[in-house]
């Protein structure tokens, strides 16, 4: 079987950026599928737009405009494209990585989707600075990268701790209902008391149900950033905010630029 070495990925290379042991990397997807392969670092990949798939020997994902994908070093997969264009980004971390920052080199167990909206907050910041790529960018990188391995660890031991049914079920809630959500509806939804949401939430997503929800909706609208066919309107109601006021604000108590600016900036 083949063995993807460093910054070795399929697809046509549109830009890279390497230091203390991270690779950055820009890739447009021509072939349809893959062959198997494994990889000797283990990294993630954020889809910037079209239609992915990963399949390795447990499970096939979908990875749809948006999703963030990390495959784990030696662990065999290949990728096939459903649509006419596709492109994605790459975080690869050698190992000598984690060894200097004393992280360890499992950051999570199997390769996996990541759906936490926390972490692709993060990786939308790390995908504007390699964008950016200015005098700050490579100290603003390894910042936000200690805290993508800071943000995997809830996500590890969620995905390992005897979770409640309804936790589970709650999580499914917040992230496909399409509806206003609050603790009354979720509380009618799960049958479940609204206090004993409010203390779980903390608990099993790290942050509290309001911002995680927000966070959800800054996740929903990056994908739709890359995209220049979207109005900023647009991408308000499709990301689930009331308005593109409410957008604007909210993105940018997160990123400290407004929206339109960060659009500006990855073209």
């Not at 006419?84 to 199997?110: D, M, Q, R, V």
């Not at 391995?149 to 409640?164: A, R």
Request: hydrophobic content about 35%; glycine content about 4%.
């Amino acid at each position: 079987m083949k063995v993807s070495t460093k910054g070795k990925y399929y697809g046509k290379r549109n830009s890279e950026a390497s230091f203390n042991g991270i690779l950055l990397s820009k890739y447009d997807y021509h072939t349809d599928k893959t062959p198997w392969h494994y990889h000797e670092n283990p990294y993630f990949m954020f889809v910037l737009h079209g239609n992915m798939m990963d399949c390795n020997t447990k499970n096939k994902t979908l990875l749809p405009s948006g999703s963030l994908m990390f495959n784990n070093w030696q662990e065999a997969h290949f990728g096939s494209k459903h649509s006419e264009n596709a492109a994605g980004f790459h975080l690869e971390f050698e190992k000598s990585w984690f060894k200097s920052n004393n992280i360890e080199l499992n950051l999570l167990e199997g390769s996996q989707l990541i759906e936490n909206p926390h972490v692709h907050f993060l990786f939308a910041k790390l995908y504007h600075e390699f964008i950016l790529s200015d005098e700050y960018s490579e100290i603003s990188i390894e910042l936000l990268l200690l805290q993508v391995s800071e943000s995997l660890g809830p996500i590890k031991e969620f995905n390992h701790k005897n979770i409640p049914n309804w936790v589970i079920k709650l999580k499914e809630l917040i992230h496909y209902d399409q509806a206003n959500l609050n603790l009354k509806y979720l509380s009618n939804q799960l049958g479940i008391h609204p206090n004993h949401i409010s203390r779980a939430v903390p608990k099993y997503f790290s942050a509290s149900l309001g911002e995680y929800i927000r966070l959800l909706k800054i996740k929903n609208s990056i994908p739709l950033l890359l995209d220049s066919n979207y109005s900023l309107t647009q991408i308000a109601y499709q990301s689930g905010f009331s308005d593109q006021s409410h957008f604007n604000r909210v993105f940018k108590s997160y990123f400290k630029i407004n929206p339109s600016f960060y659009r500006k900036n990855l073209k």
